[in-house]
T-cell receptor
Framework: KAGVTQTPRYLIKTRGQQVTLSCSPISGHRSVSWYQQTPGQGLQFLFEYFSETQRNKGNFPGRFSGRQFSNSRSEMNVSTLELGDSALYLC??????????????FGPGTRLTVT | TQLLEQSPQFLSIQEGENLTVYCNSSSVFSSLQWYRQEPGEGPVLLVTVVTGGEVKKLKRLTFQFGDARKDSSLHITAAQPGDTGLYLCAGGLNQFYFGTGTSLTVIP
């Protein structure tokens, strides 16, 4: 079974620009969660989607948004990029949704650098 | 403020030594997971514990969930260089909350 894939793997953007990251979950998984990982804050939960609906949202500003398509693929968008948005963005897929249980399988991440 | 605190933050040991990593919180979790992450990759799930007092073993790794489901420990016996990586605990509530991480280096 293919794992979680994320594209692109690396991205360099300028302050003020916007960016869209993509995540394809494991086949059959309907839950996709997004996390931001930085050296200072560690792994922080952004949001979770299940069956095209946002189930949970972390404590991030409205510049961070996402969506999920009918094939469970998910995209995350960050508008008006700031230097502090530089991070590794990880997505995780699961067969369960929003309960804080079940097993999460992570993709390799997208390394975003904002200059 | 982190919901889950891990200790130690950094650990450098010689091959063959034993070590324990701790994951502590004041919150009760429905489950506790441990992951290992290598540079440039996403975390890989090692184990899930769901019952207070539960102990699980994965080869040389032993995981324990506290009786009150607020804390957990990871013990590695006879560490090997292949164990090097960032170890993360994650507690399940309405979402997963990740610990601060323990960076382990095993020196050959």
């Amino acid at each position: 079974k293919a794992g979680v894939t994320q594209t692109p793997r690396y991205l360099i953007k300028t302050r003020g620009q916007q960016v869209t990251l993509s995540c394809s979950p494991i086949s059959g998984h309907r839950s996709v969660s997004w996390y931001q990982q930085t050296p200072g804050q560690g792994l922080q939960f952004l949001f979770e989607y299940f069956s095209e609906t946002q189930r949970n949202k972390g404590n991030f500003p409205g510049r961070f948004s996402g969506r999920q398509f009918s094939n469970s693929r998910s995209e995350m968008n960050v508008s008006t990029l700031e230097l502090g948005d530089s991070a590794l963005y990880l997505c995780a897929s699961s067969s369960l949704a929003g309960t804080g249980s079940g097993e999460q399988y992570f993709g390799p991440g997208t390394r975003l650098t904002v200059t | 403020t982190q919901l889950l605190e891990q200790s130690p933050q950094f650990l450098s040991i010689q091959e063959g030594e034993n070590l324990t990593v701790y994951c502590n919180s004041s919150s009760v979790f429905s489950s506790l997971q441990w992951y290992r992450q290598e540079p440039g990759e996403g975390p890989v799930l090692l184990v899930t514990v769901v019952t207070g007092g539960e102990v699980k073993k994965l080869k040389r790794l032993t995981f324990q969930f506290g009786d009150a489901r607020k804390d957990s420990s990871l013990h590695i016996t006879a560490a090997q260089p292949g164990d090097t990586g960032l170890y993360l605990c994650a507690g399940g509530l309405n979402q997963f909350y990740f610990g601060t991480g323990t960076s382990l280096t095993v020196i050959p």
